[in-house]
């Protein structure tokens, strides 16, 4: 079963501060994603990549960047955090694209104070 | 509007009875996929199925891509069932971007 590895497991960031949310996959998927899921939102794609080097927007990618240095390493960074950007965050690797399964990670709280 | 929609919003069951779950979709979808997020929050994928019939363990989901729409059948639940199910599309073409569902809550009571 491939594995998707998040860290930070929970955050506490100031607003106005800088957050880096790191992601790990060892199945050697192409694609990796990040999500956030918040009630009456379900899950949301804000980035995303095809592979090392690669990022894509997702639908909703204003106040975040993402970075994809290597095929095993995607991460999320919010430079300048805002309490709207309090969530749970996921991240995955897969290729849906190619009837593949999605695999995620165990998700990343982060609370913006 | 929304692309994905999932019903019922919540279902409640006694332990041995079944459950359909159904998902409806607003554009073609090249790709489907059901979802299962336990109550602590993990995700895990259960099946693909762009179209048809698949079968794994108690699951049998059916899409009719033509009819935009996708079950979930669980034969005999259990509590350990439990959770919340969330369907997926894949409304480009084949692009790996999943838009989801805001999925239906299952609860098994033993």
């Known amino acids: 079963e491939a594995a998707v590895t998040q860290s930070p497991r929970n955050k506490v960031a100031v607003t106005g501060g800088k957050v880096t949310l790191s992601c790990n996959q060892t199945n050697n998927h192409n694609n990796m994603y990040w999500y956030r899921q918040d009630t009456g939102h379900g899950l949301r794609l804000i980035h995303y990549s095809y592979g090392a080097g690669s990022t894509e927007k997702g639908d909703i990618p204003d106040g975040y960047k993402a970075s994809r240095p290597s095929q095993e390493n995607f991460s999320l960074i919010l430079e300048l955090a805002t309490p709207s950007q309090t969530s749970v965050y996921f991240c995955a690797s897969g290729d849906p694209g190619s009837n593949e399964r999605l695999f995620f990670g165990h998700g990343t709280k982060l609370s913006v104070l | 509007g929304q692309q994905v929609q999932q019903s019922p919003s919540s279902l409640v069951l006694q332990e041995g009875e079944n459950a359909e779950l159904q998902c409806n979709f607003s554009s073609t979808a090249t790709q489907l996929q059901w979802f299962y997020q336990s109550p602590g929050g993990s995700l895990v994928s259960l099946l693909s199925?762009?179209?048809g019939t698949k079968h794994t363990g108690r699951l049998t989901s059916t899409t009719v891509t033509k009819e935009r729409r996708s079950s979930l059948h669980i034969s005999s639940s259990q509590t350990t069932d439990s959770g919340t199910y969330l369907c997926a599309i894949d409304p480009g073409a084949n692009t790996g971007k999943l838009t989801f569902g805001h999925g239906t809550i299952l609860r098994v009571h033993p």
């Open positions: 199925n762009p179209s």
